[in-house]
Structures are given as structure tokens and as C-alpha cells.
């Protein structure tokens, strides 16, 4: 009897989601999890890039990003980055720019599936690039990966020391996300430097949330 509830009440959320015209569920593609690049050279070439052409990625290469952030590697929860008492405190955002076959928004990433929710078709590019004090790495990316913590759900457990664990964790994602880019000869930095409060305030997400780190992505400009 639960699972027909589930099914029909799963049918019915398909259902309004598509009937409002904008795809807001987007199925990412399966991630590759072997490749011919090893992590030696990823360690060895990983540097902070903040030319970008300005050029679309794939989606293909969108999924691969996401999940080396945050993806699951066994189920039920365990990701590709280790959690204090797998708390996973923090929510992955996408401001989408220029994706091949994706409009550009506001997504927030869904580990569990694999997938992009739609949570705004507005471009935040102009507005990060600006809390960001103007930084050159925030004008021409294709993507900008944000992380954002959820303090609720690690301090009950960890109190004072729940705040260094989450940051310790945006720490591990993000040298996830620099790695996983030079091996798809991408163009990533870390950026810290950024005007929190008026960030979080800006940009479509829960109120308990704090955006802790940001990482532009694009194609690598090269000079000529
Ligand atoms: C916590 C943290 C915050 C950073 N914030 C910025 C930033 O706001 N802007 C920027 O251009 N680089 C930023 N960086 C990147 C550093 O400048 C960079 O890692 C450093 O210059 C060493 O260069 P490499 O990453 O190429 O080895 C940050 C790095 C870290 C770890």
C-alpha cells in the first residue's frame, strides 16, 4: 500500500513539474569513474586558472564537476569527500552561464540522483562577480560551483567544532573540483574573497544557508 502512495505521489511530482513548461529536473549524465589521466598528474599540473575563454562546457563535463564535488560513491551516502560523523552539512549550487544543452540559471545539485534542480532561471553572474569585489575570475566563466553550509545539520552534533569541520569539508571538495578540472583540461580557483552577507542574501537559497567558498569554471583562455 506505501508503495503505491509512493509511486503515484513520485507520478504526480513528475507530472506538475513538467506541466510548468520550464524543465526543472535535469537527469545528469552517468560519470565517468576510470580514466587515463592519473591522479599523480592531476596533482602535479592542479593550479589556480582565472583566464577563461568564455566558451561552453559539455554537460558531460558539468556531471564529472559535480559529482567529484559532492557525488555519491556508495550508496546510501558516501561521497567522493569525507564528512565529520557524515553529517554532509553542505548543499552544491551551479550558476549555470553556458552549458551545451542546459539553460542557464540557478541550479542546486541533487547527489541522490545525480541531478540539477532548477531553482532560478535568472543569471547571478553579474551579482557574484560584484560580491566577489570585482575579481577577473568571475567574468567570463562558463559555471561557478558554490558551496553552501547548513550549520543546523552538523552543530547538534559538534557544536563549536562543527564550523571548522564544515570548513575543513569545503576544503576537500574544492581540491576535488581542482583535480577533476585539469583532468578534463579545465580552468578552475578557489575563491574565499567575497562579500558573504550580501551573497547569501542575493542568491535563491534557504535563509540558514551561508555560501562558504565559490569556484568559477571554464574553458582555459590561452594567450597568445
Ligand atoms: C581559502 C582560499 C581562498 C582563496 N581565495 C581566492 C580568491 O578570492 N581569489 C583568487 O584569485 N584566488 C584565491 N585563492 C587561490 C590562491 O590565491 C592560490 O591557491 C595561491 O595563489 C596558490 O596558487 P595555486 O593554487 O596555483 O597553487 C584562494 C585559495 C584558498 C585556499
Same mark, same amino acid.
Given at each position: 500500500m506505501l508503495k503505491v502512495i509512493i509511486l503515484i505521489l513520485t507520478y504526480l511530482l513528475v507530472n506538475i513539474r513538467i506541466s510548468s513548461g520550464v524543465e526543472k529536473i535535469i537527469m545528469l549524465p552517468e560519470p565517468q569513474r576510470i580514466s587515463n589521466f592519473s591522479l599523480e598528474e592531476a596533482l602535479q599540473k592542479r593550479r589556480s586558472r582565472r583566464n577563461y575563454s568564455g566558451e561552453p562546457i559539455s554537460l558531460e563535463q558539468l556531471s564529472q564537476l559535480l559529482w567529484s564535488a559532492y557525488g555519491i560513491t556508495k550508496v546510501p551516502f558516501y561521497k567522493t569527500v569525507p564528512s565529520a560523523g557524515a553529517c554532509y552539512p553542505m548543499t552544491i549550487y551551479v550558476s549555470v552561464v553556458k552549458v551545451k544543452g542546459l539553460k542557464s540559471g540557478f541550479y542546486q545539485y541533487i547527489p541522490k540522483e545525480h541531478q540539477l534542480e532548477l531553482i532560478s532561471t535568472d543569471n547571478f553572474t553579474d551579482q557574484i562577480y560584484t560580491c566577489g569585489?570585482?575579481?577577473?575570475? !568571475?567574468?567570463?566563466?562558463a559555471i561557478t560551483i558554490l558551496m553552501s553550509a547548513d550549520f543546523d545539520k552538523i552543530t547538534t552534533r559538534y557544536g563549536k567544532r562543527a564550523y571548522r569541520y564544515t570548513y575543513m569539508e569545503a576544503g576537500h571538495i574544492s581540491q576535488n573540483i581542482y583535480l577533476q578540472t585539469e583532468s578534463l583540461d579545465l580552468a578552475t580557483v578557489a575563491v574565499g574573497a567575497y562579500d558573504e552577507e550580501t551573497l547569501n542574501k542575493i !542568491?535563491? #537559497?534557504?535563509?540558514?544557508?551561508? #555560501?562558504i567558498y565559490l569556484m568559477p569554471v571554464g574553458k582555459k583562455r590561452t594567450i597568445k
Open positions: 569585489y570585482n575579481q577577473g575570475c !568571475l567574468r567570463n566563466q !542568491l535563491p #537559497i534557504p535563509n540558514k544557508e551561508d #555560501i
